[in-house]
């Protein structure tokens, strides 16, 4: 029987699983014992559910308020989000594009004064570069 | 090493002599076959009768309305270590028995999850082969190193006698009896391991309308065994880990992908084209996995399949978790003939 409705998240993880298994597949093996759980085991298996639940739901619900608030604004959120995980690379190519997708088709000035981008282009280091070459 | 088998069938006229001489023909020999006739109205007791003494065939004295009924019936009757269950629209490799033989080999192992493959007929079936390939190369196997595999399938499974005569017992409580008899083995703390070389062959169903059904009672079955084993959840870090994970993307990523449209339309079109993307990426990889080259073009009709998929999902939630209005009425998709669509 089918375990999830659709190719998603879940997929993307047991592809992890997969590859960390193969990348220790050297490492010796102990013999799994099977025991019964005890109050720690239940603790722990708890704190992961809640652990899952909260990475799941967190940018869930992040995702949907910034769509919410502004319907142009949620792919400079993907890019925002992007830009805080430091990939300066990506993020920059996120700025462009969603500048071209937001035709906004905002002028140099423009650009200059929005937050959004600013933001990005400081946390890339490339904010003193950025205001050299406007000028 | 005693290995006998055990197939239900109800009204199987269309498949069921192929499934009997594809379990005939293995390389090593079912030591008892057992055919359970669940009182069906068509050519089924012919076929069987057909087969002689090559097979142990029993008709139920009345019509038992689901799976687990006929098979309750047929477990009677047998006299192995291990017993395949199997279904009467499924044909089993000519290595299958072989393969599970070996398996227990190991005293440790209680149950062997076999691999299952669609036949292919159509877009439906193509859309449930891809299903098949991820949810088995990759979901299965990724639980097989964990340790924990989330369902043993219903048409292709292993199981000592013994254990299951004394720990597992049919409960007819819920509609997917595969998935209620899996958790029951994880809470007695038994072994599964999973066989990716036994390898079954089973038909699909082939309209849209059979498809939903089904995807109803394996939702609803799986909403219902989250609900009657609950405390399985929280009984080890890896069950709570591969569980949740599961069941929140599940449930979550279900309510986004109708909410994401209402909100903001050309965002939903940017997640439907990432999703697409994603899909075809597996899809490439599931073409060359399995040799089939259609599995390419999979991702057009599976973003309506995904979205029927998280439909059904929802539904199954709110009926068997919000309003607790369990369903146990078994649905049989109609058969087409297995010479057409081998």
Redesign the interface.
Known sequence: ???????????L???G??FV?WLFSWVPKKE?R????TVL??I???G??VA??AI??IP?GL??KA??ID?HS??KFIAYTISQIEQPKFATAAVASSTIISKKNLSPEEQYSNPVIISLLKSTNSYNQYIYQSK | MKISLLVPCFNEEKSLEASIKSCLNQTRKFDELIFIDDFSSDKTPEILASFGDRIKAYRVPKNTGNKSGAQEFGFQFITGDVVVTTDADTLLKSNFVEEIENDFQNPNVAAVAGTVKSMPYNWITLCRAFEYTIGQYIHKLAQSYMNYIFVMPGAASAFRVDMFRKYITFDHDTITEDLDFTYKLHLKQFKIVYNRQAITYTQDPTNLSDYINQMRRWFGGGWQNVVKHHSIITTKPIRAFELSILYSEGLIFSILIFLIPLINLWFALLVIIGFFQITLIFAIWAAIKEKRWKLLFVPFPYMILMYVNAYIYLEQFVKEVVFRRKNLVWFKPGRVFINKIT
Do not use: D, Q
């Open positions: 029987m089918l375990i999830t409705p659709f190719i998603g998240l879940s997929v993880v047991h592809v699983i997969i298994y799994i099977f025991r019964k759980s085991t239940r722990a298996s708890t992961i559910i899952i639940f799941v739901i869930s995702f949907m769509i919410i319907k949620s792919i």
